[in-house]
């Protein structure tokens, strides 16, 4: 069993920063998969940013590329979130996931995410 905890969300004005955190603890860290989502409200989660065990690869979509970077610590058991230049449409729940065993292309759908954290509110004011 793996347990994800999220920190660092809050309210930062349009153009800001925040960093996410995700504390894993439970099992070993090593060779999982880490990913983010968000979800708005009335909408469906959707992915943000997923990184490999080894931190050498990442995936983002398209809607958070070049603006969003996703990087861990293996040695903390933390994965982060850095986001830049946030819009109000960025405002959402955000969810770190954590994939066991998927060899590959970096997972991008929620069902092949193995566990999950509580979320952490990002709310981005105009």
């Known amino acids: 069993q793996v347990q994800l905890v999220e920190s660092g969300g809050g309210l930062v004005q349009a153009g800001g920063s925040l960093r996410l955190s995700c504390a894993a603890s439970?099992?070993?860290?090593?060779?999982?998969?880490m990913g983010w989502f968000r979800q708005a409200p009335g909408k469906e989660r959707e992915f943000a940013a997923a990184?490999?065990?080894?931190?050498?690869?990442?995936y983002y979509a398209d809607s958070v590329k070049g603006r969003f970077t996703i990087s861990r610590d293996n040695a903390k058991n933390t994965v982060y979130l850095q986001m830049n230049s946030l819009k109000p449409e960025d405002t959402a729940v955000y969810y770190c996931?954590?994939?066991?065993?998927?060899?590959?292309?970096?997972?991008?759908?929620?069902?092949?995410?193995?566990?999950w954290g509580q979320g952490t509110q990002v709310t981005v004011s105009s």
């Open positions: 996931a954590a994939a066991i065993g998927r060899p590959g292309v970096l997972p991008s759908g929620r069902s092949e995410y193995d566990y």
């Open positions: 439970g099992r070993t860290f090593r060779g999982y998969t």
């Open positions: 990184v490999r065990w080894s931190g050498g690869s990442t």
